[in-house]
């Protein structure tokens, strides 16, 4: 029942800047976790930014002090601010949410992504 959206990709050079936004859709009751993955080709996914309500976010190493993400439960929607950009970079990015029923149980979503490409 939920519908997750991404936006914002695109080809950039290195050291500029990117901004991708994610819109939840759907049946959701309550929001409880927010955030970004990425995968390049032949490469693990990697988790990039996680927010839950009450706690500060939370980046993946590679991409501290360079990448910001927010969200607005209200609107149902979470950002990820890239600045600084790497060749690294290059992946295909989703957005991911963790929603609770009525009943607290936690059920998980996730958009079809969004190609991100840093190159000179």
């Known amino acids: 029942q939920v519908q997750l959206v991404e936006s914002g990709g695109g080809l950039v050079q290195p050291g500029e800047s990117l901004t991708l936004s994610c819109k939840a859709s759907?049946?959701?009751?309550?929001?409880?976790?927010m955030g970004w993955y990425r995968q390049a080709p032949g490469k693990q996914r990697e988790l990039v930014a996680r927010?839950?309500?009450?706690?500060?976010?939370k980046y993946a190493d590679s991409v501290k002090g360079r990448f910001t993400s927010s969200r607005d439960n209200a609107k149902k929607t979470v950002s990820l601010q890239m600045t600084t950009l790497k060749p690294e970079d290059t992946a295909v990015y989703y957005c991911y949410i963790v929603v609770l029923d009525s009943s607290l149980s936690e059920e998980y979503y996730w958009g079809q992504g969004t190609q991100v490409t840093v190159s000179s």
């Open positions: 759907g049946s959701i009751f309550t929001i409880y976790a």
């Open positions: 927010l839950t309500s009450g706690d500060s976010p």
